[in-house]
């Protein structure tokens, strides 16, 4: 693990994904072994809107150092977003 990187943050496609639990939690178990604290969006529950969940993301992105790219990422409307928010806040981006 990078010395500067403590918090974690990932993503990928989720919606229209039906492994995405699988693809977060073993990146979720990834990045603890290497010492993060990880905030993985898979996680949070069903029943909001897109906008919703963007507007809670990015508030866990901010938190973070990084942000961890799961190959999926590139057929994700969510995660092309997160991608731009991500850099503009200076964020450290990584690929699993």
């Known amino acids: 693990m990078s010395n500067d990187i403590k918090k974690a943050y990932i993503a990928g496609k989720i919606t229209g994904n039906n492994n995405h639990e699988v693809e977060f939690m ?11 604290t990880v905030l993985n969006p898979s996680l949070l529950p069903e029943g909001f809107e897109q906008s919703e969940y963007l507007h809670i993301c990015t508030a866990m992105i ?9 190959p999926t990422w590139v ?3 969510g995660s092309h977003y997160e991608m731009g928010y991500a850099k503009g806040r200076g964020k450290v ?3 699993l």
């Open 62 to 70: 901010d938190v973070c150092d990084a942000v961890y790219f799961l």
């Open 75 to 77: 057929d994700s409307k």
């Open 93 to 95: 981006i990584k690929y």
């Open 26 to 36: 073993k990146a979720q178990a990834e990045l603890k072994s290497e010492g993060m």
